[in-house]
């Protein structure tokens, strides 16, 4: 049964740096101008959690307890210069995967490949019209899953279109995280011939709304941002990694305060709140609260998830 993810995009958050065009050698962010900003080196988790349980259907609640993860580290950027050329993934404290990003002759990001105890496990590939993204596959172990074709207007991405989507259903972790954040949905299908696709509309270089069209799902994400610097805007590899993500709304120029879903008339936001250095976010946080049933009981867990930065010496 197709259900509506509904949590926050930041899970699978990173952060990116701008810098100029040099060739193959460095980023660029996709028009060739001269920009400037940091390069994140490590990005840490903290979470403090409580859970309760219920056996009237949510009247009353009854403590089961508390847990907490302090400042682990979850991800590691590598540079070559100001060229970014891998990131690592961490899970309690252990090595979980690394992406390396492959570029072209044009210095834009031509593949993305995840490796897992050293072996290649899965990668995206992108398209180009120009130096805009135009199209995205995601393969596992060499076999096309999925594709996406994206359209543009004033050189912002506009619409995301799902064009092939593999029957089999055991999908790779980043197609995975891209239909799950695009798409909020654990599937996507295909109705009345209309292919399942994303609109995302912006004023000025920040992603306002989200519209997801799926066959029997239709919904809003707005957005308000900060007026600071955020990191992952500018970069050539920022859009591709994001992208393969799916973690569109991290294209904009600020930070996202908020954003709230709009699902069938039934609104759920998600707030934001952020610490700074040098007009740049250290951290952020957000709270949270989930509910799951399971048989004849209601669980539900409450708490509030931080993510804090650090950068390279300018």
Not at 23 to 49: H, L, M
Not at 78 to 93: A, R
Request: charged residues 20%; hydrophobic residues 25%.
């Amino acid at each position: 049964m197709k259900k509506l993810l509904v949590y926050s995009l930041a899970i699978c958050t990173a952060l990116f740096a701008s810098c100029s065009k040099d060739s193959s050698s460095s980023d660029n962010n996709g028009s060739g101008s001269q920009i400037t900003g940091k390069r994140i080196s490590e990005i840490y988790y903290s979470n403090v959690e409580q859970s309760y349980f219920s056996n009237d259907n949510g009247q009353t609640w009854s403590y089961v307890g508390s847990t907490s993860t302090d400042n682990n580290l979850i991800r590691v950027w590598h540079w070559e210069h100001d060229k970014l050329t891998s990131v690592d993934y961490y899970y309690q404290d252990n090595l979980d995967g690394t992406d390396k990003l492959n570029y072209n002759n044009e210095g834009l990001v031509s593949e993305i490949v995840y490796y897992v105890d050293g072996e290649e496990s899965e990668s995206v590939e992108f398209s180009y019209n120009g130096t805009a993204i135009s199209k995205i596959k995601y393969f596992d172990h060499g076999t096309l899953e999925s594709s996406y074709d994206v359209s543009y207007e004033n050189d912002k991405p506009i619409r995301i279109t799902c064009t092939y989507m593999s029957e089999n259903k055991t999908m790779s972790k980043h197609g995975k995280s891209f239909m799950e954040n695009m798409f909020k949905t654990d599937e996507i299908s295909s109705k009345d011939g209309i292919l399942p696709y994303t609109e995302l509309a912006w004023i000025d270089n920040n992603m306002t709304k989200m519209y997801v069209f799926d066959s029997d799902l239709e919904y809003f994400v707005t957005y308000t941002y900060d007026n600071k610097n955020n990191p992952y805007y500018g970069r050539n590899s920022s859009t591709a990694l994001m992208l393969a993500w799916g973690s569109s709304y991290q294209l904009s120029q600020n930070n996202a305060l908020s954003e709230t879903y709009n699902v069938y008339g039934d609104l759920y936001t998600v707030d934001y709140t952020y610490n700074y250095s040098d007009n740049y976010p250290t951290d952020y946080k957000y709270p949270y609260e989930n509910i799951y049933e399971y048989s004849v009981y209601l669980f539900k867990y409450t708490g509030e998830t931080t993510y804090s930065y650090s950068y390279l010496p300018d």
